[in-house]
């Protein structure tokens, strides 16, 4: 049972233009939420998170919305710069803590030139 | 270097066998976390500590699966009699505290691969 849900497994988008990466969850306990971004080789690394008493948090070029009626986040990464390109996974947890998160299957984004 | 360590960083072993992967955490970090990446998959929760206790092993798959942390730094995934279906990629990840932020400084992984 996927609680986490990316069902787009690769977006792809020209440098400069907006990416806009989607995730669905179906479980209801979870209350905080946020995005990792992974090179090949590497670890996943924390790009941004939101609290389910907001409906939206930015940073920089990075800005996660979400809504709680539709059990639904996104990020949206504007301008596009190459160096963005890797696989973003949302995750997702429940008492308000990081300690053990519900991963997604990942969207690989590629912004091209 | 100054972030999370893991050896080895591949490591193929036949069916059956015993493996240990290492983690040797960012300094300070109090909190030490294992994960395991399965191919196509996000990574999936196994195990956290906070110090040397096991503050959650909801996510061992099985009583193969093991992990200690016997002095509060360094910790060793262990699993027994190893199965095909135990290769993935295993991730370590700490934080200074139990996380209240998301931020978990995740290691490059150990590569498992069960022949």
């Given at each position: 049972d996927q609680q986490v849900k990316q069902n787009s497994p690769s977006l792809s988008v020209q440098e400069g233009r907006i990416s806009i990466l989607n995730c669905d969850y179906t479980?209801?306990?979870?209350d905080y939420f946020l995005w990792y971004k992974k090179y090949p080789a590497e670890g996943p690394t924390f790009l941004i998170s939101i609290s389910s008493i907001k409906d939206k948090n930015e940073d920089g070029r990075f800005t996660v919305f979400l809504n709680k009626s539709a059990k639904h986040l996104s990020l949206h990464i504007v301008?596009?710069?190459?160096?963005?390109?890797a696989v973003y996974f949302c995750a997702a947890s429940d008492g308000?803590?990081?300690?053990k998160l519900t991963f997604g299957t990942g969207t690989r984004l590629q912004v091209t030139l | 270097g100054a972030g999370v360590s893991q050896t080895p960083s591949n490591k193929v072993t036949e069916k059956g066998k015993y493996v240990e992967l290492r983690c040797d955490p960012i300094s300070g970090h109090t909190a030490l976390y294992w994960y395991r990446q399965s191919l196509g998959q996000g990574p999936e929760f196994l195990i956290y500590f906070q110090g040397t206790g096991?503050?959650?092993?909801?996510?061992?798959?099985?009583?193969?699966f093991f992990a200690v942390r016997p002095e509060g730094s360094v910790s060793t995934l262990k699993i027994q009699?190893?199965?095909?279906?135990?290769?993935a990629v295993y991730l370590c990840a700490s934080s200074p505290r139990l996380a209240d932020t998301g931020e978990l400084f995740f290691g490059e992984g150990s590569r498992l691969t069960v022949l």
């Open positions: 479980n209801s306990m979870f301008p596009s710069q190459p160096g963005d390109s308000g803590t990081a300690s | 096991a503050a959650d092993d909801s996510g061992l798959p099985n009583d193969r009699r190893t199965e095909r279906g135990d290769s």
